[in-house]
């Protein structure tokens, strides 16, 4: 019985140190299979990086002011005489060329003055020719008188000859003398009647010349019951309708030139500075997502609102196919008229944060960021001092110290140190 129990005792003894053999040697296996493949990863692991590559752009961003389509100038067609609107031959939206006839205003009371500044004109022309009947009387008389005077006066030479010699009475002679000087009266008398009856037909002239000016009054007047379209263009607006009575100056229609359409914004007298006259600035439209329009300052308005402070700019929009119509929602963005420099994000500076306070202000100008490069096949960084600039939106201006397209380390998984190899992230790869 002692010697079976002492072979208990024994077997017992043996198990137990087999199975502490056994959990001994498995950790040590492990240890001895693992920890060569640790060392091998944290030698030849990379840190990942965010990269991008340097680009030129502007700290300030393009602010969106909008407005609303206008057609570049709307004509008010009115009426220039009274009168009933008989027809009206056109309605909003239909295109109309200058010197299309619109509408048409009863003309009866105008035919009426026509009629009668004509008939005048024939009383005038009557008169006219008394006038000029005269004037041929009056040159009659001249020739008359002028012959009467020349008989007379060679009358009274031959009898003043004839008294000389005794043949005759001095009185005789003396009558035929007085004879001619008579004579020669009646002749100054009928030229200045020649020169008052011209008068009379310059006079006559002039009243048939000022009735023809009252006739071609009358008949343009006429005419303006004839209402036609001043441009080429589009009704935009129909302000009557016919049956109405139209008095002078009345409005009719409305017609827009779409050519080109002008936008009008409002800019703050704070960013005016951006604008000039003839820029080309790029304008969207709602009403054509897909499209982009091109406008150009034409007018910058010399006054601001004194309350809101900002600036009526106008553009304007080439619309050649007339596709823009009036009343669209336009958005416009004046690009920055200051230099560019290279821009990158705050993130990339090594530091830029902690250290942004602890520099002095002689210091804080510079900044540190890591370069991308190529060995061979592995990837580095290299540390790189650079001036910087104003910052603004979480982004900072590069003076000098990187190039437009090298490329810099955005962030990091972990912080980096000149030389540490890294490999690129996939968003690096995409932006590339």
Known sequence: ?????????????????????????IPKTETQTQTPSSGVQRRERATAVDAASAQIGSLREEREYTGTTLPMRIVSVRAQVEGRLLELNTDVGE??????????LDDRILETAVTQAEAELASRLSELARAETQVANARTAVEQARIQWQ???SDAARLQLLAREGAISEQLAEQAQTKAQTAKQALRSAEVQVRTEKQAVAAAK???????????QARERRSYALITAPITGTVVEKVTEPGNLVQPG????????????????????????QVRIGQLVPVRLDAFPEKRFQGEVIRISPQADPIARLVPVELSIANPDEQISSGLLARVKFAPTGSERIIIPETALQGSRQGGERQGRQTRSQGTIFIITEEGKKTKVLARSVQLGARANGQVEILSGLNPGERYVIRSEKPLKDGDAVRLSVLSEKSR
């Open 250 to 273: 009345g409005e009719i229609v409305k017609i827009g030139d779409f050519s080109s359409v002008k936008v009008i914004v409002q800019v703050s007298e704070l960013e005016l500075n």
């Open 151 to 153: 008989q007379a006066e």
């Open 206 to 216: 002039a009243r048939v010349d000022a009735q023809r000016a009252v006739i071609e």
């Open 1 to 25: 019985m002692l010697q079976t129990k002492h072979i208990k005792v024994t077997i017992l003894q043996v198990g137990i140190l087999i199975a502490l053999q056994g959990c001994s040697l």
């Open 95 to 104: 295109r109309v060329i200058k010197g299309n006839i619109l509408a048409r």
